[in-house]
Each structure stands twice: as C-alpha cells, then as structure tokens.
T-cell receptor, first 111, second 115 residues
Framework: QQQVKQSPQSLIVQKGGISIINCAYENTAFDYFPWYQQFPGKGPALLIAIRPDVSEKKEGRFTISFNKSAKQFSLHIMDSQPGDSATYFCAAMEAGTALIFGKGTTLSVSS | NAGVTQTPKFQVLKTGQSMTLQCAQDMNHNSMYWYRQDPGMGLRLIYYSASEGTTDKGEVPNGYNVSRLNKREFSLRLESAAPSQTSVYFC??????????????FGPGTRLTVL
C-alpha cells in the first residue's frame, strides 16, 4: 500500500510559470510533511517542510499548501526557472516512525 | 565540513559477489540511514541506526546487512548480490536519537549494477 501518493510523475513548465506538484496521504497520524529536491547525480536535499498546524508555508518562490481535511499537500514553485529542473519528493511521517517518501516528480523548466 | 560521504561512487558486481558500501558523516549526528532509489519508486529505507551499536530494519531490508561501526560510520553490506539489487544507494544522517523531524542530510550516492 502506497502511503504517500505523488503526482504528476513528470512535469514540463515554461520559464516564469508556476509548477505544482501534489501529494496525498491516508494516515491521519502523519504530522510532518517535508519536500526534498534532487538534482541529477546528487543526493536529495531538504527544500521546505510543514507541520499540520498551519495551512501554508512560504520560502522564497517555494510554497507548501496543506489541506488537512482532504489529506493533501502540494508544492508550488512560482516564477519557475531552468535551475529548478530537478526531481522533487514529497514525504510524510508520524512521530517515532520512518519518513515515507512519494515516488517523485521530475520537473523540467524550459527556457 | 564534507557532510555525508559515500564510497564507492560506482560499482559493477556479478551475481553472487559481495561488497560493502561505506558511509561517513562529520556532523556529529546520531541517526544514520541507508536508502535505495529505483526509477519510479522513490526512496525506500533499507536500514536505520539511531546510535552506535543499534540498527533497525526499514521497508526493504532483505539481502542486506549493516554495521554502525562508530558514531561517524554506517556501512551497508550485500553478502550475495542479485540483479534486483541494482540501484542507487544513498546514505543519510540527521540529528536526534530515534526517528525525528530533523532534516536528513544525504550523501552523493553509490550507483550499483549487478549483472
């Protein structure tokens, strides 16, 4: 059973556009939702994270939107740039258990 | 600081061969992890170590063994490699004891091919 469902699998966005990646989960005990960014040939790195006590968190051009009732959260990348081209993983965890990753979204930003 | 380092970067094995993937971190982290990454499968936890001398199985531990040699080093061993173990392996570390909300820092990965 896939605990964190991520979509789309791949995404192509024009430079300056908005990239949106969605994740859904079933386990209502999840209480930490990070996003990791991975460039080709590199390891993933934490991009931004949110706890369920807030509905939105923004860091620069990156925003997490969180909908607790729908059990969904999403990453929005505003003014997408070619340098944002990477694979993005959502993840979720509940206290005391392992972080569960989504399957990833490959983002390509065309110039 | 080098962060998390992994050796080797690339490895080709024949079925049945054994090898050990090495990982070290210089951030004084307690927790260390081994993941495998396969196309379309995301990152799956193989083993976790909360501290020196302790290890826990993750989602996909079969065919692997680990050793937390000291606080810095966490190795992953394949005793008898199989083609299904062809993957990219990542080591990670984080502060805190036990699974926590702390950021995980990843190494650059080892790309392993088993023929």
């Amino acid at each position: 059973q896939q605990q964190v469902k991520q979509s789309p699998q791949s995404l192509i966005v024009q430079k300056g556009g908005i990239s949106i990646i969605n994740c859904a989960y079933e386990n209502t005990a999840f209480d930490y939702f990070p996003w990791y960014q991975q460039f080709p040939g590199k390891g993933p790195a934490l991009l931004i994270a949110i706890r369920p006590d807030v509905s939105e968190k923004k860091e620069g051009r990156f925003t997490i939107s969180f909908n607790k009732s729908a059990k969904q959260f999403s990453l929005h990348i505003m003014d997408s740039q070619p340098g944002d081209s990477a694979t993005y993983f959502c993840a979720a965890m509940e206290a005391g258990t392992a972080l569960i990753f989504g399957k990833g979204t490959t983002l390509s930003v065309s110039s | 600081n080098a962060g998390v380092t992994q050796t080797p970067k690339f490895q080709v094995l024949k079925t049945g061969q054994s090898m050990t993937l090495q990982c070290a971190q210089d951030m004084n982290h307690n927790s260390m992890y081994w993941y495998r990454q396969d196309p379309g499968m995301g990152l799956r936890l193989i083993y976790y170590s909360a501290s020196e001398g302790t290890t826990d199985k993750g989602e996909v531990p079969n065919g692997y063994n680990v050793s937390r040699l000291n606080k810095r080093e966490f190795s992953l061993r394949l005793e008898s490699a199989a083609p299904s173990q062809t993957s990219v392996y990542f080591c990670a570390s984080s502060e805190g004891l036990g699974y926590s909300y702390n950021e995980q820092f990843f190494g650059p990965g080892t790309r392993l091919t088993v023929l």
